[in-house]
T-cell receptor, first 114, second 118 residues
């Protein structure tokens, strides 16, 4: 079945360093969503990418969607302790407005040392 | 607005007991979902309801049943709990616009139910 692979599983950085997590799908994705989950919390939607090659920025966060719509990345510049948490990508399973089948990656857990 | 509300927040069961996890959303969303989250496994879809009156199986439906009671409420039932069902359960909801085509909408999650089965 379709899978969404996410690497690395864990990342430990010093505050101020950059961080990147990568998401790869075995099949072409209709769109991709990114979520952040703080420790003990619930996933919170960050952004959605739809177009091939799309790049979106939210302050220090940069999201990219690959040209083939099979991979995506999230890059955080100059990490802060508030960035701690697990970052998930999620791809839509089917095309054409198929509902309810977001496939989540296993997440990248980011820890930031002050 | 409360968003997505889940009850209970914590529960301990014995093997073989049954229970129902409740979920309600006040955002007038059509679609609702139940996920389980286990360490290192990410979020796995158990069941979803694209709209009121419909339910469908997700990736890991065995051992669970669901009821879409009305547009607001979507419950998850464990008929005979097993230790393998120890997990954190999240309910989520989203809007869905079929005319947009391949664009889905963000999912809004509840705070989760931490369920332990002994």
């Amino acid at each position: 079945g379709q899978q969404v692979m996410q690497i690395p599983q864990y990342q430990h950085v010093q505050e101020g360093e950059d961080f990147t997590t990568y998401c790869n799908s075995s099949t072409t994705l209709s769109n991709i969503q990114w979520y952040k989950q703080r420790p003990g919390g619930h996933p919170v939607f960050l952004i959605q990418l739809v177009k091939s090659g799309e790049v979106k920025k939210q302050k220090r966060l940069t999201f990219q969607f690959g040209e083939a719509k099979k991979n995506s990345s999230l890059h955080i510049t100059a990490t802060q302790t508030t960035d701690v948490g697990t970052y998930f990508c999620a791809g839509l399973k089917n095309y054409g407005g198929s509902q309810g089948n977001l496939i989540f990656g296993k997440g990248t857990k980011l820890s930031v040392k002050p | 607005n409360a968003g997505v509300t889940q009850t209970p927040k914590f529960q301990v069961l014995k093997t073989g007991q049954s229970m129902t996890l409740q979920c309600a959303q006040d955002m007038n969303h059509n679609s609702m979902y139940w996920y389980r989250q286990d360490p290192g496994m990410g979020l796995r879809l158990i069941y979803y309801s694209a709209s009121e009156g419909t339910t469908d199986k997700g990736e890991v439906p065995n051992g669970y049943n669901v009821s879409r009671l009305n547009k607001r409420e979507f419950s998850l039932r464990l008929e005979s709990a097993a230790p393998s069902q120890t997990s954190v359960y999240f309910c989520a909801s989203s809007e869905f616009y079929p005319m947009i085509g391949d664009r889905d909408q963000p999912q809004h999650f509840g705070d989760g139910t931490r369920l332990s089965i002994l």
